[in-house]
């Protein structure tokens, strides 16, 4: 399996099936998660992909482009999914989600070691009827 194959069949499971199986072997003991709003272990974005599971039942997560470079690889992908459970303190609205975002990610022997993901949660807060992504509020 390229790594490619791997990184699609973790995202997928994770993300997309909640099943974190994959996506496990394919971290590094020592992996980090870092975004705008700080960084986290695995422990930490495990009970926040169990968390999406259970307020979007139905989310699937799509790769919507891979680019590897040596130890580093970019990661385009687009998470949908309908609102049927408490979100971020927010009650299930039935709304329809559909949220983007890019990981980049960076290997130590064939195992990810670190993830950078940058995505806008207004999107997803939009979507939600919570936040209105027009003039003003860009």
């Known amino acids: 399996m390229t790594r490619s194959e791997a990184i699609l069949k ?3 499971g994770a993300w997309g099936d909640g099943d974190l199986a994959a996506f496990e ?3 590094a003991p020592d992996y980090v998660r870092r ?3 700080g960084s986290e272990d695995y422990a930490s974005l495990r009970k926040t992909i169990e968390a999406m599971h259970t307020a979007f039942p139905d989310s699937s997560t799509e790769i919507l482009d891979i680019v590897e470079d ?3 690889v970019a ?3 687009k998470t949908t999914g309908t609102h049927q459970g408490e979100f971020m303190d927010v009650q299930a609205t039935g709304r329809s989600v559909n949220v ?3 990981s980049f990610l960076r290997f130590e022997n064939d195992k ?5 993901v ?5 999107e997803l807060l939009s979507a939600l009827g919570i936040w209105h992504l027009g003039p003003g509020n860009a």
């Open 25 to 27: 072997n394919l971290l």
């Open 10 to 12: 973790a995202w997928n």
């Open 100 to 102: 983007t975002g890019a």
């Open 70 to 72: 040596g130890t580093k």
């Open 75 to 77: 990661v385009h992908w």
């Open 118 to 122: 940058i995505w806008d949660p207004r």
């Open 35 to 37: 975004s705008k709003s």
């Open 112 to 116: 990810l070691a670190e993830e950078w």
